[in-house]
């Protein structure tokens, strides 16, 4: 007779999907609102966003009390520099910080795989997208995820961002109005959620632009 063994991990996988997409003067951030470990759903209504400065915002799945964590992180970091230096982190600065956060827990990583979306300094969308050990790239839209995968290649099929080797570099952000990308994303979702049982309920949308942040909800497939 074989030997059972209880085996314990420090991590689980609470499933859930994010997308961002940059544009020439807005970004929008979107993830579904279900968390589930295994069969399981724990929750239908958990927000996976998170405002970390007034143009600058978060979305993440994977493991939550990591996510948690990392926010909780990321908010304390956010006050010392607002008291340091008398204003609000850029999103160019807290993609910066948010790289330097997972790095430093490298050898027992925050697993948590996030999105960061919002205007940079210009007032341009920025969308900067990560692995858990802190490797980020700039890009004009990503996905993270359990759905990740299922919404990727469609992005690039609509979207075809341009090769970064090429020379001169070319802008990343995508040629959609804000409407357009909108129901792009809810498309995305749309999808998505018909093969991916980690993505449901419902999808939660932060729109950043000039006037500020706007949020919207659309109802997902509940099964």
């Keep these: ?21 940059a544009g020439a003067d807005y970004c929008v951030i979107a993830a579904d609102t279900r968390m589930s470990t295994g069969y399981n759903i724990l929750t239908r209504d958990y927000s996976k966003i998170i405002k970390l400065a007034d143009k600058c915002v978060m979305a993440s799945s994977g493991f939550q009390a990591d996510v948690r964590a990392l926010q909780k992180v990321l908010a304390s970091r956010h006050l010392i520099y607002q008291h340091q230096h008398n204003k609000q982190m850029s999103c160019p600065a807290m993609g910066q910080l948010l790289s330097n956060t997972l790095y430093y827990k490298r050898f027992f990583p925050y697993y948590s795989f996030n999105v960061l979306g919002g205007l940079d ?22 996905s993270q995820g359990s759905g990740s995968t299922l919404i990727m290649p469609f992005l690039d099929n609509q979207l075809k961002s341009p090769s970064p080797l090429l020379l001169p ?4 952000v995508t040629p959609l ?8 994303v809810k498309t995305c979702f749309a999808s998505a959620t018909e093969r991916d049982i980690y993505t449901g309920d419902k999808l939660e949308i932060v729109v950043l632009n000039a006037d500020g942040i706007r949020r919207e909800e659309m109802d997902l497939r509940k099964d």
Excluded: H
Aim: aromatic share 10%; proline share 2%; net charge negative.
């Design 169 to 172: 570099a070319k802008d990343a």
């Design 121 to 142: 300094n210009e007032g341009k969308g920025c969308v900067f997208t990560y692995d858990a050990v802190g490797s980020y790239e700039r890009v004009g839209y990503s």
């Design 1 to 21: 007779m074989t030997k059972q063994q209880a085996n314990w991990s420090p991590y689980d996988n609470n499933g859930g999907t994010c997308v961002a997409v």
């Design 177 to 184: 109005s804000e409407s357009e990308a909108i129901d792009l």
